[in-house]
């Protein structure tokens, strides 16, 4: 089912970017495992699949310790700054960084470990309240300036989630400001390569809009039962 489920999202993923004449090698798919288990995430391994994503520290850990670095790891959770050295240990990406303590904080436990952390910047593209990322653009260039001096901080782009919405307007106006943002910082040579936008229910938006990191989870691995909450 999982290796079924990623072909046709693959085909998927290469039909609208071939549409919209873009190489579908610039668009990374992360699976997202949250809530599921290590036997799922071997079927998606064994069906090619080799980046995943996790929202919670204390699973990432778990799922870490049991696969190790076979597969690589993207933290996409909001992240407190007492779990930041569980996320340094583990993530070879953090995309989540949305505030400039918390890239202090992970900095620090990165220079610890004697290690480059990767991390994009969550920037919040709507209005909606229950989303979190950094709103102005003033303070994403503040991070961003930090993350230049900051020695173990390799920032590579920007990250943002689409309001909850049915409304395709208001997810495209998101990520279009995220696309737009990017290329305003690019024009003062932040040098920013990521786009992490798109899940299962609006990344055909997020390719359109320049998504080069899709973050999907349900069209993988089914829908998720809370039942470790
Ligand atoms: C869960 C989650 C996803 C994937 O959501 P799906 O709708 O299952 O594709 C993507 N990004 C973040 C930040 C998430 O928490």
Same mark, same amino acid.
Request: proline residues 5%; glycine residues 0%; charged residues 25%.
């Given at each position: 089912m999982i290796a079924e489920n990623l072909n046709v999202l693959r085909n998927k993923i290469d039909q609208i970017c071939e549409k919209i004449n873009? &190489?579908?090698?610039n668009v990374k798919l992360i699976a997202v495992s949250k809530n599921f288990g290590v036997d799922e995430i071997r079927s998606a391994m064994q069906a090619g699949q080799t980046e995943f994503g996790e929202n919670r520290t204390q699973e990432l850990v778990s799922k870490f310790d049991s696969l190790g670095n076979q597969v690589i790891w993207h933290f996409i959770g909001h992240l407190q700054k007492n779990k930041v050295k569980f996320a340094v240990r583990t993530? &070879?990406?953090?995309?989540?960084? &949305?505030?400039l303590s918390l890239a202090e904080e992970i900095q620090k436990h990165a220079e610890k470990l004697g290690k480059t952390q990767k991390i994009l910047i969550q920037a919040k593209t709507s209005e909606e309240e229950t989303k979190s990322g950094v709103t102005e653009k003033e303070e994403i260039k503040n991070i961003a300036n930090y993350c230049i001096y900051a020695?173990?901080?390799?920032?590579?782009g920007l990250m943002t989630i689409a309001p909850l919405t049915e409304d395709i307007n208001l997810i495209r106006k998101s990520f279009s400001y995220l696309s737009k943002l990017k290329e305003e910082l690019n024009a003062e040579d932040y040098n920013l390569k990521e786009l992490s936008m798109g899940m299962t229910s609006d990344y055909e938006i997020a390719i359109e809009e320049g998504a080069t990191m899709l973050r999907i989870g349900s069209a993988i691995f089914g829908e998720r039962t809370y039942y470790k909450e």
């Open positions: 873009r &190489d579908p090698k993530a &070879d990406y953090i995309h989540s960084v &949305d505030s020695s173990n901080l390799n920032l590579i």
